[in-house]
């Protein structure tokens, strides 16, 4: 992992962003480093693909839904 540190780096020097809420006269330690990242990022199209089966089709899952509903009048 790379990281940089800057010690005593003039908060007028920093970019405009970072600088609020620092007096601008001000030293800081500025420190930068890489932000860890997952290995095993999938895309949405990946994510549905390693979905395991049963998959039921719209029709079978209305079946499922009246037999259930019927079932509620016994």
Do not use: C
């Not at 003039?10 to 480093?33: C, H, K, N, Y």
């Not at 199209?45 to 039921?56: C, D, H, S």
């Amino acid at each position: 992992m790379n990281r940089i540190v800057k010690a005593h780096y003039p908060v007028s020097a920093l970019p405009e962003d970072l600088r609020q809420g620092f007096d601008p006269d001000a030293d800081v330690t500025v420190i930068v480093e890489e932000s860890d990242r997952p290995e095993n990022i999938l895309s949405i199209e990946e994510l549905f693909a390693a979905r395991r089966p049963p998959f039921r089709s719209a029709e079978e899952i209305d079946r499922q839904i009246r037999q259930e509903r019927d079932g509620w009048n016994d």
